[in-house]
């Protein structure tokens, strides 16, 4: 099984940040292939089967962005459509199944998300969409090397319960085991 496939098996926020930073990634290498398989591939797999299957998932891929007109910037549909579900599954939560657990945990990300909005060039976004681009964007600075300050980091922690929890419900919604 690919990486990305255990990655979304077993938690969706996670593989929404991984296929983010796969769609940057293979933006870097100019969505060329040979490049690709040169720098990035003998990292992931070793065998000659793994080799071509993850070949050919970038190959989907990189065809995917570039049918989708997604080759500078954007998500690819797929993952647009999972960000959907999420936002779906918060508001379900939230105004028909009254999660009182959940309920709190939004609560208190609340002001920390109507502060990340406010410093956001996206202010039309979903507060779900909000708390991945946040997430995302520590990840780049983390990359970089960038410092973050204690109270960033408060906030970074309130995204990720928003999204943990959401991520194991999702899981649930995914099995029919949540009950709406």
Known sequence: MLLAEQIKENNIAEYVLYMWQTEDLVRGFD????????????????????????KNWYLQL????????????????????????????HNTLINLMQDGKYSDIYKNALPYLEDFRKHSQEEEVSDIHLCFNALYGKLILKLKGDSISEDTEKAFTHFRNVLGYLSVK???????QLNF
């Open 31 to 54: 969505l060329n292939i040979d490049s690709i398989e040169a720098n990035v591939i003998p990292q992931i797999a070793k065998s000659d089967e793994d080799i071509q299957a993850v």
């Open 62 to 89: 990189i065809k995917e962005l570039r049918i989708q007109g997604k080759t500078q910037k954007g998500h690819c549909n797929s993952i647009i459509e999972i960000l959907g579900e999420i936002n779906y599954l």
């Open 170 to 176: 999702y899981k649930q919604m995914k099995a029919g």
